[in-house]
Nanobody, 118 residues
Framework: QVQLQESGPGLVKPLQTLSLTCTVS??????????WSWVRQPPGRGLEWIGY???????YYSPSLKSRTSISRDSAKNQITLQLSSVTPEDTAVYYC??????????WGQGTQVTVSS
């Protein structure tokens, strides 16, 4: 059973960089065919895809967030990281990591609330 756990600060000041880590257990982030995604849900709104990294290390970003987003991985720790720079209150959301298998997000973390406020 694949499990994902997001971690990071719950409060970030405006214009700072938000940094989150997704720790994966029960499966390797380098397993062929898998990809690992970041998704967020602002309050009162739907899910918004941020980007993903494939098992081979290719990275894809949402065009609307690409200029501020960096996704990376630590294969030794089986972790995926997300950095979002120059945050504003509009970036307040629950942030999720998820596995993509084929075209489906089949395993999700429980999510972590991030609030951008001074």
């Amino acid at each position: 059973q694949v499990q994902l756990q997001e971690s990071g600060p719950g409060l970030v000041k405006p214009l700072q960089t938000l940094s989150l880590t997704c720790t994966v257990s029960g499966g390797s982030i380098t397993t062929s065919g898998s990809s690992w995604s970041w998704v967020r849900q602002p309050p009162g709104r739907g899910l918004e895809w941020i980007g993903y990294i494939t098992y081979s290390g290719n990275i894809y970003y949402s065009p609307s967030l690409k200029s501020r987003t960096s996704i990376s991985r630590d294969s030794a720790k089986n972790q995926i990281t997300l950095q979002l720079s120059s945050v504003t209150p509009e970036d307040t959301a629950v942030y999720y990591c998820a596995r993509i298998q084929g075209v489906t997000h089949d395993y999700w973390g429980q999510g972590t609330q991030v609030t951008v406020s001074s």
